[in-house]
């Protein structure tokens, strides 16, 4: 008897042996490579009807970080035409209002979410240089003090779940109807001509937004540390902690290096907005007797204190032509831009209720309801995936995926996506193998995260749809990614 049952034990794991396809056994061989031991894989791949390829643990909820970002933008594409409607009240523009103690009166500076407003040489539409020539061109020659008001859109700043090491940073920075440059300002460190002193630390021009202290030396970095790559460690450290009035510059910068450029994200791009006008104006012969101020409107207050005189039906003194969200979906999808996807879910969230980002999460629910996802399948806490919270299954992403490819909007939704060893963010991924030119998809990093989700044209020609998803991965592999991508590419060859 006991010699029976052994038989067939062994039996059954001949069986199960030879059930496991070749695919499969490559697969678990390119994504738990030993150093990747640990990592939570998610992955589907189905063809563009549905019938699976291949599935791990595609029910499980992951990180999806900028995957989140297809939500955002397929939610933009269904809703197009709201959207559009819109597009009349959405440029930024100028009104006086209150004339202040010496007589001037006090000039307000309103955003409507343009995700491309810009002040800059070389700026050509949608730049605050056009509405301070406007402004000296009527003849006004001294205002009491320039207003930023967002009030278009809720404070609400930074998302739910978003790490505070990143508010200080070009990705991390704080999203404002009114947002200039994409939030960004740069600092330049330049070594000192004489070894010991200070380094030079110095505002790009117009982007002096704190008070620098500078505590760098112009000296060799220390040698004791070095990294994997058997270099020094970097010492220079830029700090600024959001809310405070400062950046703190430190460390070490070596005699006769170039210069160095950091960029950081803005604590109130509203005032930020104010200031620079206020140094257009004073360039054109304005006099701008106070400093800025910005206005904002607290969430959950009523969006009738958004209202302007524009919305009155009176002309305003100056505007601007209104956004295009074509050129803002392309930044966002190609180059995985934050701030712009943030704020397109602002405009959905604008559509029929107070521009708030949990509004335009409910238009993002009413897409995926639509699609057909399980309710458990997500919950989403922003439009860009800076949130810590968001949790999302790779068949949420391909249930999407799959849905759009058949509405009237899905090609030109996937027209926005990097397309591989092309442009994007996936420019130098894929190159030389039979996935250069045959994928498409939208990137996503975070720390310990790598996911990739869209469409790839395998060997036989036939589309399928993919979401691969890479959690916990160790922080000393610096990514995740070259495993996944030698996975996708299997799969296409043997598809």
């Known amino acids: 008897m006991q010699t029976t049952f052994r038989a067939i034990l062994l039996i059954a794991v001949l069986f199960v042996s030879a059930c496991v396809s070749p695919l499969q056994r490559d697969l678990d061989a390119l994504l738990q490579p030993p150093e990747l031991q640990g990592v939570r894989w998610g992955l589907l791949v189905t063809d563009m009807d549905g019938h699976e390829i291949v599935a791990l643990n595609p029910d499980q909820r992951f990180l999806p970080a900028s995957n989140t970002k297809l939500f955002t933008t397929a939610a933009v594409f269904r809703w197009q035409a709201e959207l559009d409607a819109m597009l009349p009240r959405l440029g930024t523009f100028i009104t006086l209002e209150d004339v202040g103690e010496t007589g001037a009166p006090v000039l307000v500076l309103h955003g409507r979410g ?112 070095t990294d994997s790559a058997g270099e020094a460690d970097d010492d220079l450290s830029v700090v600024h902690l959001p809310g405070t009035a400062s950046v703190r510059v430190s460390g070490h910068v070596p005699p006769g290096s170039g210069p160095r450029r950091v960029t950081l994200g803005l604590d109130d791009p509203a005032l930020a907005a104010a200031a620079r006008l206020g140094v257009l104006l ?11 101020v910005s206005r904002h409107r607290p969430p959950g207050a009523a969006p009738q204190a958004a209202l302007t005189a524009l919305d009155d039906g009176d002309p305003p003194l100056a505007a601007l032509a209104p956004p295009a969200f074509a050129d803002a ?61 968001n949790r999302v299954s790779p068949r949420t992403i391909v249930t999407l995926l799959a849905y759009a490819a058949a509405q009237g909007w899905g090609e030109d939704w996937k027209d926005t996506f990097p397309v591989g060893g092309t442009d994007g963010s996936l420019q130098r991924r894929f190159r030389g193998t039979i996935l250069e030119g ?40 610096s990514s995740a990614t070259p495993m996944m991508d030698a996975a996708l590419v299997r799969i296409a060859e043997g598809n």
């Open 114 to 225: 343009d995700p491309q407003l810009r002040d800059a040489p070389g700026c050509e539409t949608r730049c605050l240089a056009t509405l301070a020539d406007a402004v000296a061109g009527i003849g006004l020659t001294a205002i009491a003090h320039v207003i930023g008001d967002d009030t278009w859109f809720p404070d609400q700043r930074w998302g739910p779940g978003w790490s505070w090491d990143d508010l200080q940073t070009a990705y991390g920075t704080a999203i404002s109807a009114l947002s200039v440059n994409d939030n960004t300002v740069t600092l330049t460190i330049t070594p000192a001509a004489t070894e010991g002193a200070p380094a030079e630390v110095a505002w790009a021009p117009g982007d002096a937004a704190y008070t620098i202290l500078n505590d760098t030396v112009t000296a060799p970095r220390p040698q004791p540390d």
């Open 282 to 292: 004073a360039a054109r012969g304005v006099t701008v007797e106070g400093p800025p």
């Open 329 to 389: 979906l392309l930044i966002v999808a190609k180059d995985s831009q934050n701030l712009q996807a943030e704020l397109l879910l602002r405009h959905l969230g604008h559509i029929s209720e107070d521009g708030s980002a949990e509004a335009g999460l409910a238009r993002v629910t009413a897409l995926l309801d639509e699609a057909g996802a399980a309710p458990n399948g997500y919950d989403l806490f922003d439009g860009s995936g800076m949130s810590v919270y």
């Open 438 to 477: 045959n994928i498409f998809a939208k990137t996503g990093t975070l720390k310990g995260t790598n996911t990739l989700s869209g469409y790839m044209v395998a060997a036989s020609g036939r589309t399928l749809v993919f979401s691969v998803i890479a959690n916990e991965r160790p922080l000393a592999v």
